[in-house]
DNA sequence: CATATGCCTTCCCTTTACGTAAACTTACTC
DNA sequence: GAGTAAGTTTACGTAAAGGGAAGGCATATG
């Protein structure tokens, strides 16, 4: 695992390479989401393996509806009980779970949206062609 | 039609009616979502029957995840044309056409992000079960 | 009369997830 | 040595949907 020489990326490649803003990654750290970049000389941040997956994982979550301060306060309690794996994972499976629901949720009321529409679609409709055999 | 007297209520006891703040409502007039309120001798707000039903139709399309902003919309192509019923119907055909779409690729969307969430949740799960049975 | 509601307007505050300058270094290239 | 590109920090701006306080009428009631 011991690399002679990790590659390293800086951000605006990163940015690049990941479809997102370079002011996208420098708020991730700002809000503490992807801990504090080691600098080059120059003070450019550079990002390594770990911190590309890392971000992408951010982003993954992102993805899936999940807002940056949950990720925050997942992130928090991997750090606080990080040493045991046991207590930690049904924490994720709990807000995945809260995330779930919240999906179905949305799908159900987009259902019935979608059906009022329709209804009212049909019904102004008909109302267009008895207009129109009058 | 014509009631001596319609039954006329104040913007308090309508937000308490329907679960919402008067800063909600003042706010809708204010975006032009609930049109100029006829006030009282103190100029005091107050609504009729239609006025409720609008406003009650307004909740219904934003818990059913329809934005304010839509909402305008909306309400703006009804005004621009209503001078011509038969012209102004197709209009709102499409315009409920083009949200039933909207609708459509919304739900897939968020049943696309369900499955990966389940999945997820899934892999994680296992990875819990195998860790207890280790 | 005093006080308590209820209403009014105006205006700044909040949250989320960045966008967008401004002003400044550092590095590469002609 | 001038220009360009990429990096830095600081800090104000944005959209959505209101929240909340200040300061001021008007009505109702003990």
Redesign the interface.
């Known amino acids: 695992m011991t690399d002679s020489q990790e590659p390293l990326i800086q951000i605006g490649k990163l940015a690049k390479q990941l479809a997102i803003t370079t002011r996208t990654i420098r708020y991730y750290e700002e809000i503490g989401l992807m801990g504090p970049s080691k600098r080059l000389s120059g003070c450019a941040r550079s990002y390594n393996q770990d911190d590309v997956l890392r971000l992408k994982f951010i982003l993954k979550l992102k ?3 999940i807002s940056l301060k949950e990720m925050l306060d997942l992130a928090e309690s991997f750090d606080t009980h990080n040493q045991d ?2 207590t930690i ?2 924490r ?2 709990e807000i ?2 809260l ?2 629901g919240k ?2 949720d ?2 159900a ?6 059906s ?3 209804n ?2 049909s019904r ?2 008909e ?2 062609q008895s ?1 129109s055999t009058a």
């Open positions: 993805e899936l509806g794996f046991d994972t049904p994720v499976l995945l779970d995330h779930i999906v179905d949305k799908i009321k987009l259902a019935s949206l979608r009022v529409i329709v009212y679609r102004i409709s109302l267009l207009q």
